[in-house]
């Protein structure tokens, strides 16, 4: 799920930086160094939608580097998978355990065992495609799935999930080919 | 036990008494004889084990006849001793008997053939010594408390304690106990013998299993000296070793009986084959010993010197023999190995008849014997025998009479069988050995060793083969005790741990889910997940432990604690039920292998925690560089994929992957790795940890970590790929860098992407701005521009703020040179001097007027900075320099001839939207394939050269290449000496003899005619078959080889190394073979 939310975060300046566009400098680093980070309890930060310029305060001097640290105030769009949320996602990779996902940068593992009875054993080795029994399904490499989040790790700067297909209205909802459109 | 191996020596002792002197006084004679007691005691303990294989019959008419010679003995001595000094003797020794007593009769439950010590002393003795002892108080006391204490003295006495004046026994008992640890010195003491006949209890009672334990000093007081007596050596014939020394021994006695004894202390039969042992303090003695004695060859008689004669006595530690019953292995032949069980043991223990499953291959039997002599060698697989099959091949097995097993058996080919398995007689020790603790028989083993279908036997007769029915009942009792510790653990808590999650399975609140808080043995408290839950105000609910379960959902990661998997984690991918199982289980994706296991939930704990897997052998570990040794060629080495019980799978540098065990590494390879430096296809440096994508080859389009690198092998971590943990092998030509948190580390001076950092790249100052160490510089070629070191040329192999360590090219030597002091004149391959003028490439007009600044003095190179911090202009993600790449595009922007001053061409040199469209960090520009070998050879007016770019253009089949073609770049790679080529105008063909500066070429036609002709009045002829051809693009840019075969759009050549090479067919020139 996308949210926004007020976060705070702190920037390490060398002196070098300190001029006029002090602040300026402050909110690209903060941009570079927090989007696309995957924050343990928030989510991945999607972007950096504000950052109130008048809110950086001074910054503390560190004895023995000389840098400077700012605490930044930011509000951020965020994606945090919750589980049992349903989301849409891309397959981008099929093997025999299953295949994975990725809903923007969150990557998804979709486990065999979590997919519907007649899918279960229709990994198709030649085509890297999980198909379904009557040949209905076919769930390959550039597919979009509707899933469910069931679990999720945090791990160092990096978020994973496991979801599920195997429910009403999930599994494959594009085909790949039309995704375009 | 113990009187066993003794026995005989001990009524030998008594009248082999050397100085035998039986009208000696009595105290001399008799302390005599304790001596020689004592030291045929401990003869005994090591004559022991060898002569323990006495049938049990002889031994008992042995000890009989010791003990009738020993009363003998005794009789008449103690009748010529004087009473007076007999008696105190004798109480005494009944006294510190009490005691030995009582354990001896313990110790004979346990032993039960010592009635020797029963016969001395009956139990009354003991009784009546201790309450006569309290004589006076007895008269005193009624019957009934007399009773009471001496039931009390009895148990005391028992336990050691001593009353009233039997202190002075016990005082002495404890001595002669330290006595005994101290000690055991051959030379018995005095006090020792005047306690004559406790000495001999105490070493009888020794012999059993009393203490053994001697420390190195006193054992180094057992080794014989000259003093003792001395061995001497007879051969006799193999297995008569006994007895002959049986028949000494009964020469002994009968010369003893007629008042001329043998000078002999003993005879052994160590474990020596064919040799006996004579001990003796005169060598005369032994000759008459062994006179007369058939079977002994007198003259090998030879003296064992002192030294020796430890050796002679040392036991080997004897395996423990076997037993009817008992499992054994076979340790010959084809049987080698397999299980035996031992049906009767002969020859005292010499030889044993075994049951062994067969190993018959009956289809030998048809063979023509030539060849059955190599099938032999072949061992074959267990079957039971079958007398029905055997007669179905022909041949007959008769019913013949087992002598051994008292029973008719079939035989067939030498062998007996019975009920299917084979019989048969084996030596002990050379055939088979006893199955030992650490290697007992497996219930494989056993399961094979079982013979089930006893239905179809002829023999059996419904019931089962005996041997058959021990592996069952033994596969029974594995099996149950297995049973026993399987469930052992797990019901009792329900592998419960507090703060573990749990589900409520029973009663009201099923359901319910919360955290475990406290477990006892039967109940645990619960504190409810849900806060909402309202529960009387207490918080914590009590369960019973059998109420709750252990709740592991999907999604959660875990450990397994227990179990054939304990100590793996991974992520829950799914939680069933399975039929029959009261226990959920789990199907886990293990991190380590990428693998599905199934494990109970109650193995389960959730847990942060990932591990390795079995993460280390032998020092390596998982996705270690290793260097492999053996297999062809010296330098392969490899990523450890697994790491096994007992070996790696390691995927070498081909990407081959191949299990190796410890010894085949020699060594690891991960800082070389670590330090390790590679260039993508577009010449970006990479690093291990780096992110790249990769651009060709069978990997193509995957994205991956580079895990590890071995010289241009980059052994890539892909996490979605489950085959070899996720590590493959690239090339490092093949692959794309990627990634942005690449290069805004390694971009200080990287200009182009972020304004960040705009004050390098604009070289506003030197040093003044720079705040970070500038590692752009590491690595380039600089010019030094003053100073001692003036116009050398060099590599930059470290920076600080102030200084650069520039590495001469020219000396070997390292010099420190002020960082305005050095301009960067080239990458790390090679100097070029037009750097400073090629710098073509700033994206914005910051940057061109930063460029525009070139001709000023600033930019003379009196500004390293700058010149640092060019490559990364160019392309916004390359920070390599690659002389060709930028001939191209100056060429082609220029529009100029080149090599002129371009300075003044700046402001039409690609807009920054040009450039952004090239998309350099994303895909690969086809120019980039360019080697930079061939940037010398430009020459032709680059407007006029499309048709030729285009034809490469779209053979390159990028689709940054149309980009190419707009800017009017020409890709005229080909465009070299020694290729072939067509004339546009006449399709005549020629071959490129010479390049001009210009970009036209002089070509000879084949008439040997020559004509000067552009880049694009020729095109490349496609090479054929067997043509020499030179590749002008992909990894192999510059190989020249023979075209072998053509393969759809890939072409297979061999270069003049012989190698083969596959390479796409449109990135191939025609070239003359000759010169």
């Given at each position: 799920m996308f949210y926004v939310k007020q976060l705070e975060h702190e920037i390490v300046l060398t002196p070098v930086h300190f001029g006029p566009k002090l602040k300026a400098t402050i909110v690209r680093l903060l941009k570079e160094e927090v989007e696309g980070l995957a924050l343990a309890n928030y989510g991945y930060v999607v972007n950096v939608i504000e950052v109130p310029e008048d809110q950086i305060k001074s910054g503390i001097i560190e004895y023995d580097s000389g840098d400077v640290v700012f605490t930044v105030k930011y509000t951020a769009l965020l994606l945090r998978p919750f589980i049992n949320e349903v989301l849409d996602a891309v397959v981008t990779q099929c093997n025999a355990l299953g295949f994975f996902a990725f809903c923007g940068p969150l990557r998804i593992f979709v486990s065999k065992h979590s997919m519907p009875e007649e899918m279960f054993n229709g990994f198709d080795g030649s085509k890297d495609a999980w198909i379904s029994d009557d040949k209905e399904v076919v769930i390959s490499s550039g597919c979009g799935v509707r899933l469910r989040i069931k679990g999720r790790t945090v791990e160092q700067g990096n978020i994973t999930a496991i979801g599920t297909i195997k429910d009403n209205y999930l599994g494959q909802i594009d085909d790949g080919e039309t995704m375009e459109s | 036990m113990s009187a066993r191996g003794g026995k005989f020596f001990r009524g030998g002792k008594k009248f082999l008494r050397p100085v035998a002197n039986d009208d000696d006084d009595d105290e001399e004679s008799s302390s005599e004889e304790e001596e020689e007691e004592e030291v045929s005691t401990k003869q005994k303990s090591t004559a022991n084990a060898n002569l323990s294989s006495d049938d049990s019959d002889e031994d008992d008419d042995d000890e009989d006849d010791d003990e009738e010679e020993e009363e003998e003995e005794e009789a008449p001595k103690k009748r010529k001793a004087a009473q007076a000094e007999e008696r105190p003797k004798k109480t005494k020794k009944a006294k510190m008997s009490s005691f030995f007593d009582e354990e001896a009769e313990d110790d004979d439950d346990e032993e039960g053939d010592d009635e020797v010590y029963g016969t001395h002393h009956d139990p009354d003795d003991v009784v009546r010594k201790h309450y006569t002892a309290d004589d006076i108080r007895k008269e005193q006391m009624d019957e009934e408390a007399r009773e009471i204490m001496r039931q009390q003295d009895l148990r005391r006495s028992r336990m050691g304690y001593g009353i009233g004046n039997q202190e002075r026994s016990v005082q002495e008992m404890a001595k002669e106990i330290e006595d005994r640890h101290r000690m055991q010195n051959r030379r018995v003491d005095r006090s020792v013998l005047d306690r004559g006949a406790v000495s001999r209890q105490r070493f009888d009672e020794d012999a059993p299993g009393g203490p053994e334990v001697y420390t190195a000093v006193s054992q180094q007081s057992l080794v014989p000296s000259v003093s003792d007596p001395s061995f001497w050596m007879i051969s006799c014939s193999?297995?008569?070793?006994?007895?002959?020394?049986?028949?000494?021994?009964?020469?002994?006695?009968?010369?003893?009986?007629?008042?001329?004894?043998?000078?002999?202390?003993?005879?052994?039969?160590?474990?020596?084959?064919?040799?006996?042992?004579?001990?003796?303090?005169?060598?005369?003695?032994?000759?008459?010993?062994?006179?007369?004695?058939?079977?002994?060859?007198?003259?090998?008689?030879?003296?064992?010197?002192?030294?020796?004669?430890?050796?002679?006595?040392?036991?080997?530690?004897?395996?423990?023999?076997?037993?009817?019953?008992?499992?054994?292995?076979?340790?010959?032949?084809?049987?080698?190995?397999?299980?035996?069980?031992?049906?009767?043991?002969?020859?005292?223990?010499?030889?044993?008849?075994?049951?062994?499953?067969?190993?018959?291959?009956?289809?030998?039997?048809?063979?023509?014997?030539?060849?059955?002599?190599?099938?032999?060698?072949?061992?074959?697989?267990?079957?039971?025998?079958?007398?029905?099959?055997?007669?179905?091949?022909?041949?007959?097995?008769?019913?013949?009479?087992?002598?051994?097993?008292?029973?008719?058996?079939?035989?067939?080919?030498?062998?007996?069988?019975?009920?299917?398995?084979?019989?048969?007689?084996?030596?002990?020790?050379?055939?088979?050995?006893?199955?030992?603790?650490?290697?007992?028989?497996?219930?494989?083993?056993?399961?094979?060793?079982?013979?089930?279908?006893?239905?179809?036997?002829?023999?059996?007769?419904?019931?089962?083969?005996?041997?058959?029915?021990?592996?069952?009942?033994?596969?029974?009792?594995?099996?149950?005790?297995?049973?026993?510790?399987?469930?052992?653990?797990?019901?009792?808590?329900?592998?419960?741990?507090?703060?573990?999650?749990?589900?409520?399975?029973?009663?009201?609140?099923?359901?319910?889910?919360?955290?475990?808080?406290?477990?006892?043995?039967?109940?645990?408290?619960?504190?409810?997940?849900?806060?909402?839950?309202?529960?009387?105000?207490?918080?914590?609910?009590?369960?019973?432990?059998?109420?709750?379960?252990?709740?592991?959902?999907?999604?959660?990661?875990?450990?397994?604690?227990?179990?054939?998997?304990?100590?793996?984690?991974?992520?829950?991918?799914?939680?069933?039920?399975?039929?029959?199982?009261?226990?959920?289980?789990?199907?886990?994706?293990?991190?380590?292998?990428?693998?599905?296991?199934?494990?109970?939930?109650s193995q389960l704990r959730e847990s942060a925690e990932v591990s390795v897997g079995q993460n280390s052998l032998a020092g390596y570990e998982l996705f270690d560089l290793v260097v492999l040794s053996g297999g062809g060629s010296a330098n392969e080495v490899g990523v450890i994929v697994r790491v096994g019980l007992e070996d790696f799978t390691v995927v070498n540098n081909h990407g081959i992957n191949r299990d190796v065990r410890p010894e085949e590494l020699r060594g690891k390879r991960n800082t070389m790795s670590n330090r390790a430096v590679a260039l993508d296809v577009q010449g970006n440096q990479m690093r291990c940890g780096d992110s790249v994508n990769v651009a060709e080859g069978p990997h193509k389009g995957k994205a991956a970590t580079i895990k590890r690198m071995s010289r241009a092998q980059l052994f890539l971590y892909s996490q979605t790929r489950l085959e070899h943990a996720g590590i493959f092998v690239v090339r490092s030509r093949s692959c794309v860098l990627s990634g942005s948190r690449n290069q805004s580390r390694t971009g200080a001076g990287d200009g182009g992407s972020t304004p960040f950092a705009t004050p390098q790249s604009q070289s506003r100052g030197p040093a003044g701005g720079r705040g970070k160490r500038d590692d752009a510089l590491v690595g380039k070629t600089v010019r030094i521009q003053a100073g001692q070191w003036k116009g050398y040329l060099g590599a930059v192999c470290d920076a600080t703020a102030t200084h650069v360590q520039v590495e001469l090219h020219s000396r070997l030597k390292k010099v420190m040179v002020i960082r305005e002091r050095v301009a960067v004149v080239g990458d790390k391959f090679g100097a070029t001097e037009d750097m400073s003028q090629n710098d073509p490439n700033s994206q914005n007009t910051a940057a061109a007027s930063a460029y525009a600044a070139a001709a000023t003095p600033m930019h003379g190179g009196a500004t390293p900075m700058h010149g640092g911090a060019t490559p990364m202009h160019e392309s916004g993600g390359d920070e390599v320099w690659r002389p060709g790449a930028m001939d191209e595009e100056q060429v082609a922007d220029n529009s100029g001839v080149w090599g002129a001053d371009t300075s003044s061409e700046k402001n039409t040199f690609g807009s920054p939207a040009n450039d952004a469209d090239d998309g350099w960090g994303s895909s690969q520009a086809g120019n980039t394939w360019q080697p930079s070998g061939e940037k010398q050879e430009p020459g032709v007016d680059p407007n006029q050269s499309a048709p030729a770019d285009n034809q490469i253009a779209v053979k390159h089949e990028e689709p940054a290449m149309a980009t190419d073609t707009d800017t009017n770049n020409n890709n005229d790679v080909w465009f070299m000496e020694r290729v072939c080529v067509q004339l546009k105008s006449d399709e005549r063909s020629a071959v490129i003899k010479e390049i001009n500066a210009d970009k036209t070429a002089v070509v000879e036609l084949d008439d040997r005619s020559t004509q000067t002709v552009r880049v694009d009045e020729v095109s490349r002829v496609n090479p054929k078959e067997k043509d020499m051809v030179l590749v002008i693009g992909g990894a192999d840019v510059g190989v020249e080889g023979e075209l072998v075969c053509i393969d759809g759009t890939d072409a297979i050549l061999k270069d003049s190394n012989e190698d083969f090479k596959i390479v796409d067919f449109v990135l191939l020139a025609k070239i003359t073979s000759d010169n």
């Open positions: - | 193999n297995g008569k070793e006994q007895e002959m020394v049986f028949q000494i021994m009964n020469k002994c006695v009968a010369h003893a009986r007629q008042g001329r004894p043998l000078g002999i202390c003993g005879v052994i039969a160590a474990q020596s084959k064919g040799r006996i042992y004579v001990e003796s303090f005169s060598e005369p003695a032994v000759v008459e010993a062994i006179e007369g004695v058939r079977g002994l060859l007198q003259y090998t008689m030879k003296l064992v010197p002192i030294k020796d004669m430890t050796t002679v006595m040392t036991v080997v530690p004897k395996k423990k023999p076997v037993k009817k019953n008992e499992w054994v292995r076979m340790t010959r032949g084809h049987y080698k190995g397999d299980l035996a069980l031992v049906l009767d043991v002969r020859d005292s223990g010499l030889k044993c008849v075994v049951q062994v499953v067969p190993r018959l291959d009956l289809s030998l039997l048809d063979l023509p014997p030539e060849q059955a002599r190599v099938r032999r060698k072949i061992k074959p697989p267990q079957k039971f025998f079958n007398p029905q099959e055997v007669a179905s091949m022909g041949r007959q097995s008769i019913r013949q009479y087992h002598r051994a097993l008292d029973a008719h058996c079939d035989f067939f080919e030498n062998n007996f069988y019975r009920d299917g398995y084979l019989i048969k007689e084996v030596t002990v020790g050379s055939m088979i050995k006893p199955t030992t603790d650490e290697n007992p028989p497996s219930l494989d083993e056993l399961q094979r060793f079982r013979r089930k279908s006893s239905k179809d036997d002829r023999d059996s007769d419904g019931d089962e083969n005996e041997g058959s029915k021990i592996a069952a009942s033994l596969l029974d009792e594995l099996s149950d005790l297995q049973g026993k510790t399987g469930l052992g653990k797990a019901p009792e808590s329900g592998g419960l741990l507090i703060g573990d999650t749990v589900e409520v399975i029973e009663g009201d609140l099923v359901g319910m889910r919360g955290k475990l808080m406290s477990l006892d043995q039967t109940t645990v408290k619960v504190k409810p997940n849900d806060k909402s839950l309202d529960l009387g105000g207490t918080g914590e609910v009590e369960f019973l432990a059998s109420q709750v379960r252990k709740f592991i959902a999907v999604g959660h990661h875990v450990k397994v604690m227990d179990g054939r998997y304990a100590n793996e984690t991974g992520t829950v991918v799914a939680v069933e039920k399975l039929d029959g199982e009261t226990d959920l289980t789990a199907v886990v994706l293990t991190d380590a292998t990428r693998k599905e296991i199934s494990v109970r939930t």
